[in-house]
């Protein structure tokens, strides 16, 4: 049974349900699918899970009874999430997600960015470091700071980075899991450090850990050198948030790979918006989608059990690049009202 | 040894529609054990709550050393001398705490040092054996937990607890019902010392006659909120008093 | 005669007996971070270096700020819920106040006041509203986190200004301060608590209440301020937090709650209240933190540092059970 859209006349209505609004990532993704939907006059309702995976299945519930064309989502639980898309199949609605994948369920399209490629992209960049530091040679220490090793998230990011790294023999990753927790990597460092004052490299998984790696490093050594300066550590990661580039541009950190976390959504907007109006021959193919001139692009599309998921590039930033204006971490969030369902 | 310490003058007192006490008597005399019986719902515990300045009674007098007193809380009851015993252990004790530390529970003594103050542990040891010398009970060591101690000392502890202050009328409200024979003994010959050696007159509230008739000097019996009688223990039998708790007719 | 002397000596010789036992149970959290420094010289690399154990001292300085505050409501037969978001709270607020320019000294006031009242409304809560300790800091728990992530949105301010952190980052001759003072703390709340009138109040309300109040102790003030101490220290663990990490985030201290309550209780201080000292709850922090720190030297399987700490504490409650029979009767 389909529901009819109640806006029929003025045009499609898509709902985002997203998996909490506290922080800045999420918000720009937010952000960027209620852009990509703006500039095709397509109207946005977006609900708030606030970290909880019952509201989220509420919330699409919510959606669902408001006859939305399409549901678009960041799930907070990526099984959990099932339910709802079930729910929202059995109305008629399509589901799609971008920034994480569902593990139950099958969406029509997951846009996400690729967290193998990205941490495969942060081992050259250390990689090119350590043999700019070395003469040539691909040798060193690197102390991986990961998140929450149970996530697949970490575990991509993990993975992406030893498969690189593992082909230098003469270079050495000590892995240890920070929890997504500042403190928990500020001890890391401390104590790694102080065991291995020879660490040329930190990878870390996520900018929150930025601080405390600079910190403890302070604390261990006593003083911070910088990009540059001799007995500087290298250091690079993952995410792209304004902290981050800040601490690009004064010299404390080497690069960040960015996530296209307002891409996400211009992406998928058009391709709902096909969907609905063609169907099925308006999706992407599995292989590649090329775009000249993007960072994030070729993007990669594979057809899974879970539906068509395309993952986006990341794009390394470093003190060359990190002014440019279309990072998400250099655009100020509005403070417009979003508007909003409970 | 005439000497009224306490006396209560036709005191009334209702609860609602309920009469719990009608024209009662009661006296206390100077160095005496009186036991204070009868049978559920007697009255016994409202006239010692009254006595002991948990609510006032509704009509009545009541002296005090031949001065007429009126009690606005227990405090007051407290600065004349007279305390009293309750019946429940686990409201008094504290079993994780040293025996030191239970006698003095509220009110430690402290001394100063630089201007801030401090525990005076020693000194608080120091009284607490001689209280306990004083009543001639027997723990031997006095940073034993209270709850290491059986149940009869226990008792003792919240009798000496009561006494360490200079107390003129001790009121203990059932001090034996929840020990077994031995304990109760050692604790009826702790009341009967307590008599003997100091001025203090002691007041008990028992079901048990063969305990009455043990320690006290004199008995009063109350029925259904009314005095029903009163003897010298020496001059009258189990059997009589019993009589006047239920209620036949006694010449 | 003979017999009398007998009999004596042999309940002479089962009290001392006793006593040895207890003693050794008490400071049983001792022996085991003993054994645990011992396991780690001989098969951890890294481990054996005084630059180490000052970074395990580092690893304990703000949990153990924040265990005493805990310990010390536990004692009374409580505990808090929301210390981690009074530290987030607190922090957030504290760097927002710095950024605007304010001097580094009035913001550290500030920042122990918003814990203080903290405390003190989770104090009110309890006592004369009633509500039970779990529901009462649940609550202020959700509620401090949910104003900090409001307030910035999720942000982490960085970058702050010097004096904010000078006692989170600072040293004195190479020493950390933070150390320093989460030792002194320690010290002077241990003779608090064993020392004064107020300490020992402290105990007897954890003990039996009801017992407490009867003797005239006045439970409810007890109690608020208890809250109050623990809700002023969150926010001095808030400070060194932000201190150490030069930044702030709404985030901070979202795990820290149970460590605080596992050190606690690991250290010897019973859930009932009127149980333990800060020395034993010391003995968990060191613990915990040894734990942490040999996981981050040797490669262990992080899924395994999860089944550790849940063993321990396994331990340590049967232990704590065992001790308070043990204490109690013959």
Redesign the interface.
Known sequence: MALTSVYADEGFVFGYSAPGLGDEGQMNIQKGFEIGCRDLGIKCITTNAQMNAEKQLRDIETLIARGVDAICAVPYDSKAIGQAVKAAMEAGIPFFTIDRGVLEGKVVITVMADNYDAAAQAGMALVRLLQGKYHGLAKGKILEIMGNPAQDVAQLRHQGFIDVVSQYPDIEVISKPGYWNTDEGYKIVLDVLTANPDIDAIYFHADLYIPGIIEAIKAVKGTFKKVGEEGHIFIVGIDGNPMALDYIRKGFIDGDMIQPLREYGKFIVPYIKAYLEKGKEALPKPGLIVKEGSPYFPAVVVDTPHGLVVKMKTYYVDKHNVDDPTLWGNIPLEKEKLETTK | MNEKVVEMVKINKKFGEVVALKDVDFTVYRNEIVALVGDNGAGKSTLIKILSGAFPPDSGKIFFEGKEIFFKHPSDAIKLGIRTVHQKMEEILALNQTVVSNLFMGEEKTKKIFFFKFLDKKSMLRESERVLARLRINIPSLHQLVGGLSGGQRQALAIAKAIRHRVKVLILDEPTSALGVRESREVLKLIRHLKNSEDISIVVISHDLEEVFDIADRIVVLRKGQNAGERYTRDTTKDEIIKMIIGAEVM | MEQVTEELSD?DVK?KRRKRIIWIIERFIWIVVGVFIIFGIIFV??FK?W??FR?IL??SS?LGVLAIGESLCLLTGNFDLSIGSILAFAGILGALIAKWKIPSLITIIIMLFIGLGAGFLNGILIRKIKLNAFVATLITMLAWRGTA??IV????I??LPEGLRLLG?GTIKGF?IQILIMLSLFVFFHIALT???FG??I??VG??E???Y????NTDKVIIIVFTISGTLSAFAGLL?IG????A????G??ILFDAMSAAIIGGISLHG??GNLLMALGGVILLSII??ML??YGVS??WATTVRALLLLIAVLLDTIKRRL????
């Open positions: 309940t009290l690399p890294g270096n630059l180490n970074n580092l690893h703000i992530m409001g949105g999720g942000r982490t960085w970058d980052s950390p020392q004064t009138k020992r109040h105990y007897i003990d039996n009801v017992a407490a009867n003797s005239g102790i937090m150490r990490l030069n930044a985030s709404p985030t901070y979202s795990d009127g149980i942490s720190n981050n030297l992080p899924y204490v109690r009767y013959e």
